[in-house]
């Protein structure tokens, strides 16, 4: 496996960009440490395929260069990358057996039949393949054949990265989970490096130790599912995670404090500097499980009018109105509130980010 390096690569398709909107990809600089679980997460059209395909080499980036354990492959054809690409749409022989498409890519590679039958039962194993061996692929439902796809991925062990092309998107939701639970634990078992290309938040969260975001072509953030979830460094990263995103009020900065919609909060005295440097449109971000009622007005709290409380079961979903502006607050099951009564939302500090531009301040 490899730790791979992405160096200033930017990718446009057209021959003669010349502005920001002509490339796909704007400069990027990311590093994918050897036997790391990465998802890359973005809405369609945000540059993730082009991102892969400059990984593997179908497609050369317009500039940059790509780096496999320190080596320059910026213009290595894939078959020299040893990349093993799992695609939307199963990619196996169906005149073949299960354990024929298993062996394919061993065999191709000159391993011997006792070592190629070893790995084949080792992977059917994991993928839960072991009864239908020997079964035609034709006569395969479309979560076999992708788990068979999947199953051709893993079964070599040199290769440097296993690039995944959002390979659930076929499958049936009931069994989606457990594609995702099993590629989980054969990551957790073969230790490969893996980025798994979606736009499903659930999927990039649930299977990866690291969720590189894309937005527009750019990487707007890498960190953990957590850290993506608490610290959102970008207003995009705030409302494209989350369910619903990060509620993010226009507001402005003055004498120390943060003023949205007329009410008060108190704002530490560095922040408010930067952020009025910047000169940027500022929002300030809370996401709604951070959001608290207390009984009466303290510091960090703000008068609302609830709207609406939808109940999701183990919890509510309330709206509220902030003056002109809506917020979204998750309230405890037993919360009695009603619409059109008024109440205090506390935004706590440590959970509460001021955003100029986009970018969070710090
Ligand atoms: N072969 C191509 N020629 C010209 N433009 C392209 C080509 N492939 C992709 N693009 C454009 O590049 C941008 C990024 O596309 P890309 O397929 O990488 O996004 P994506 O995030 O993978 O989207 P999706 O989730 O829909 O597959 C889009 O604006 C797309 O229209």
Redesign the pocket.
């Known amino acids: 496996m490899a730790r791979i390096e992405l160096r200033g690569i930017a990718h446009a ?2 021959p003669a960009p010349t502005s920001d909107k002509d490339y ?1 990809l704007r400069p990027l600089e990311l590093t994918w440490e050897d036997g790391g679980a990465y998802a890359l997460l ?10 892969l395909n400059i990984i593997s080499g179908l497609l050369k980036p317009s500039h940059g260069q790509v780096l496999f354990n320190g080596t320059d492959v910026t213009a290595a054809p894939p078959q020299q990358r040893n990349i093993a690409q799992v695609f939307q749409f199963p990619v196996i022989y169906d005149t073949m057996s299960v354990s024929e498409n298993l062996a394919f890519p061993l065999r191709n590679r000159g391993l011997g039949p006792e070592e190629t039958r070893k790995r084949v039962e080792e992977v059917a194993e994991l993928l839960e393949l072991t009864p239908d061996l020997k079964m035609r692929a034709s006569g395969l439902s479309a979560d076999m054949k992708q788990r068979v796809s999947l199953g051709r991925g893993l079964v070599r062990r040199d290769v440097a990265a296993i690039l995944l092309d ?1 390979p659930l998107t076929v499958i049936d939701p009931h069994v989606k989970w457990l594609l995702r639970r099993k590629l989980k634990q054969v990551h957790e078992q073969l230790k490969m490096t893996i980025v798994y ?1 979606t ?1 499903d938040q659930v999927e990039a969260l649930t299977l990866a130790d690291r969720v590189v975001v ?1 937005n527009q ?1 750019r990487v707007v953030q890498v960190g953990t599912p957590r850290e993506l979830f608490e610290h959102p460094v970008d207003t995009f990263v705030g409302y494209f995670i989350g369910s619903p995103g990060m509620n993010l009020l226009p507001c402005v900065v003055e004498d120390g404090a943060v003023v949205v919609e007329g009410q008060r909060l108190p704002l530490d005295a560095g922040v408010c500097a930067r952020a009025l440097g910047t000169g940027g449109e500022l929002l300030l971000g809370i996401r709604p499980e951070f959001l608290r009622r207390v009984p009466e007005g303290t510091p960090s709290s703000v008068r609302v009018e609830v709207t609406q409380v939808e109940d999701l079961g183990r919890h509510k979903l309330g709206t509220a109105r902030l003056g002109s502006r809506t917020l979204k607050v998750r309230l405890p099951e037993e919360e009695r509130l009603a619409p059109g009564e008024t109440c205090w939302l506390e935004l706590p500090p440590a959970w509460t980010t001021l955003y100029a531009a986009g970018r969070a301040v710090s």
């Open positions: 398709y057209g796909a973005g809405p369609s059209g945000c540059g993730k395929t082009t991102l959002e290309v736009h894309m072509g």
